[in-house]
Structure formats: C-alpha cells, structure tokens
C-alpha cells in the first residue's frame, strides 16, 4: 500500500466536503430561499430547491456509468475525477453572482456544481480499492469521511463568521459575506485537490490504442455486459439495492434539513451553528464507527447507524424549537460519515478489483436515480400538503426498506465472488513471502 498515495486520496475529502458542508447543507438552502427565490413562498421555494437536487442527481446517474467504465478501460481516473471537481469548483464560485429573484440562475448551478461534486466522488470512490487492501478499507474509508468532516466544519466555522459577523472582514452586509462564502468554497476545493490530482497517478490502460471514440463504444459495449454480469455477484446486487433505498434517506436528509428547519421557523444562525457542531461530532465517530466495523463487522455496524436514522426521522417529524434541532445535528453526526464510510468500504469489497470503475458507476446510476425520488417526494408531499413535516416522514419508507435488504445480506459470500474474478486477497505476512516473490510485489 503506497502511504503517500492514500494520504493524498484521504485529501479530496477534505477538499470537497466543503461544497457539502457550506454549500448543500447550511448556506445554499438559507440563499436560495431569501435571496434567489425571494418573490415566491417558503414552501414553493423548499419544493423548487428539492426539484433542482433531483435533476443534478438525475444528471449524474446518467453520465455516471459511461465516464467509470471509460475510466476503468484508460486507467485515467485521476483525470476524469479533475475535470468534473473543476466543474463543481467553477459553478460553485458562480453562486456569487446570483441576485435577488435568480432562482433559476441558481438552480442552473446548482445542477451544474452537484454534476461535478458527486461525478468526481464517482472516479474518487472507485480509487479505494485501487490503493488500500480489502482488509483495510473500512477504516481508510472512515478516515476520509472524519478528515471531510474536519475540513467542511473548518471552513464552515469560518463561513458562519463570515456571515454573521461581516463587517469585522471588512465586508458591508451579511449578503456580501454569503456571496464571498461560495468563492471561499471554490478556492478551498481546488487547493486541497491538488493532492490527490498529482500524488494518485493515472493507471495503465487495461485496452491500448483505442481513439476516444473507440473508448466511448467499448465502454457502452462494456455497460450493458456489466447489467448482466453484475448478476454473478448477487450479494453486491443486494447491497446495491440496500443503498438506493438507504442513502436516498441519508441524501435527502443532509440536502433538505436546513430548509426544513427554516419552514418550521428557526432561525439560520440556530441552523448553520447546529450543522457546525455535526462536523465536529462526525470526526470522531465516524473514527470509531470505521474501527468498530472493522472488530465487529461492517453489517452490523451499517444496521445500528440506519436505525438511528429512523429514529432521527421520528424525532425529526416532531420538532418545534431550535433545542430540537440541536440534538438532532448531534444524532445525524453520530451516525452520517460512519453509514457512508461503511457502504463505501462494504461496497468495495464486494467488487472484483478490475471492475470498480464500472461497478462504482453503475452503483451511481442506481444510487443517483434512487437520490431523485428522496428530494422529490419530500418536496412533492410538502407542496400538495402544506405540510413539510409529512415530506420528511415519507423517509421511514426509504430506510425501512434498506434495513430490510441489509438484514438479508451475505458479505462473506459476495467476498468470495469478487475474489474469485480477480481482487487478489491481503498478501500474508512479509516474514512468509519469499525474496523474489517480495520483489516482484
């Protein structure tokens, strides 16, 4: 395992979690309702954020399996995990630019900046595997997940002062320290992306000579052979349909939770500072959550943070005051990086290691066309009802059913089907490898 290189892979986590933090969770909700969608209603506003999520979403399930079996074929994950963080970067810096009554204009980069934000995650995931050995992804994975945590609470506390304080940087209003959040965003992204970008080089190409084209056609060919060879890994087929289900709840809690607090009435500063202390609650538990995978299993641990979800669904239905809210950004903390963590790790394990980039791209496809219909129904039900707080509770139907599938699950099993297509195993201890075999590893 090249040390080097995995802590540069750990970096983008750091780097893009800022977009996550400061601009889908706690500022880009608060500014889209006051400022770009300032002539319509709450509740209007909520719903047209909810359906810009599900077109972004919908945009990348599209473009997601094409792009990771391309990758996969020229080895050039690297670059395409640059070009699509550069466009999350360049349309997230453009928020700026967004004035009073641009809700459209603001959708439009929102589609666009979630487009780079979770298509560069796509080339991104699929690297675990390529630099960290199956019995040690679940703890890099967590180790990624609490270092985003670190870094989008880092720049969040910044942006939160920024906002709510302006005129101690010199800025005029609290408008003006909102816009300059978004380019803050963009300049922290494209700084700490640069690791990865020169420490995780391309991989050789497994079909050379190939136009780009012939990279295009080869990997269609290769997406519709993978609809009916991913039916030889059943246990990976059933973790897949286990997170369609399960991370369209998570998604659309961490995109909607500040726009709903807002409908029921509390205030942004209570709403950013509850999002600030999520960040820092998440560090150490998604630690300990990636460690105690690792003694107790990655299911298990999977299955405990899901049923706190559902509790957090609950409670959530039933909030009132700001207080509530609180400790709502505390359970979500507890559990958010360590569930995600974990699917990434369980999720790896289960892919044969030549296939990920295809793999983690058809997870996508599933993954983001099940994220459509989280922002959708919410938005949908709070709009026909009036009632925001029945949006959220349709969420118990999204991981009830991923706890069910997850119960069902055989990680040892689908383990054994990866390796048996090609992910060699953890190699034995050095003292047992002999010279030349030592070498030529």
Known sequence: MNKSAVRAWLMYDWANSAYATTVLAAVLPIFYSSVAASGLSENTAASYLAYTHAIGMALV????????????????????????ALLGIVSTMGFALVGEGDWLLASALLVLSTLGFAGSLTFYDSMLPDLVPSGKRDNVSAKGYALGYVGGGVLLAVNLLMIQQPQLL?????????????????????IFSIPVIRRVPNLPRQTAGLSAGGYVRAAARRIGGSTRDIKRYPQLVRL???????????????????????????????????????????????????????????????????????????????????VHFYILAVMVGLVQGGSQSISRSLLSDLMPLKRTGEFFGFVNITSKFSSIFGPFVFGLVGQLT??????????????????????????????QDALQDGDPPVPPAPPRIPAHAAAEV
């Open 386 to 415: 009036g009632n925001p707080r029945l949006g959220i509770l349709s969420l118990l139907l999204f991981f009830g059913l991923g706890i069910m599938i997850v119960l069902k699950l055989d990680v040892e099993k689908g383990k």
């Open 61 to 84: 399930a599209l473009v997601s399996p094409l792009l990771g079996s391309i990758s996969d074929l020229s080895g050039r994950k690297t670059s395409f995990l640059t070009a699509f």
């Open 170 to 190: 010199g800025m005029k209003d609290t408008l003006a320290g909102t816009r300059l959040s978004f380019v803050t965003v963009g300049l922290w992204w494209l």
């Open 240 to 322: 897949i349909a286990a997170f369609w289900f399960y991370n369209d709840g998570i998604n659309t809690i961490i995109l909607m939770a500040t726009i709903y607090g807002t409908t029921l009435g509390i205030g942004s500063s209570d709403l950013i500072l509850a999002l600030l202390i999520t960040q820092f609650v998440g560090f150490p538990s998604t630690i300990m959550l990636g460690k105690t995978a690792e003694r107790l299993g990655a299911k298990r641990m999977l299955l405990v943070s899901l049923f706190i979800y559902v509790l957090i669904v609950i409670l959530g239905f039933g909030m009132t005051r700001a």
